[in-house]
């Protein structure tokens, strides 16, 4: 842990001393599926969607911390047509790690970029059929992506795996780990 700790810092510190700066307020769009299928039936995502922005440090490898206000959705069909549609509503705080591939780091060019890194999401509300009391506070995952930027605007695509479960009693339910699918386009302010 103590290695991850000063590594993290190393990386802040590189990315700082580059002295480059760029804002990225964002919309987007998520698709949200579980790990774990009812035993009759299944559950399928439904579009969900995100509000926010991060701040990227560094020019051609970066660090990225952002916040996004998310709404996740999903539904579960049984064998029987029964429908429970819900929705899981909260702050998702995604920290990346990039490096810029092709293009430069200026707001006026191209550019493609891969990323990963970790996120927290904590749990603000449910709707729909979800109840919030069966629901842990917050889970944690990781997840990996590629960025396309354009003169100053960006598209963002990113795959999530949770690293904890979603629901407080697996044992008795049908929701264990989340799979997210992350799309996010914006604005890059560089500063």
Known sequence: ???????????????????QMTIKPAVGVNFTDFSKD????????????QVGGSVAFGKKFYLEPGIFWTSKSTKV?????????GEINGIRIPVAIGIRLLGSDSAGTGGLRIFGGGS???LTGTGGDFDKDEFEKAFWGVFAGV???FWKLFLD???????TNVQKDVQD???GKSRSIF?????????
């Open 1 to 19: 842990m103590e290695k991850f700790k000063a590594l993290c810092i190393a990386l802040m510190a590189y990315c700082g001393l580059q002295a």
């Open 38 to 49: 009812p035993e009759s039936g299944e559950i399928k995502s439904r579009v969900g969607y």
């Open 77 to 85: 069909v049984s064998d029987l047509d029964d429908e429970i549609k």
């Open 120 to 122: 927290a999401f904590f």
């Open 147 to 149: 960025g396309i930027d």
């Open 157 to 163: 695509a990113s795959y999530e795996w949770s690293l």
């Open 173 to 175: 339910v049908d929701v």
């Open 183 to 191: 799309i996010n386009a914006g604005i890059r302010i560089t500063l």
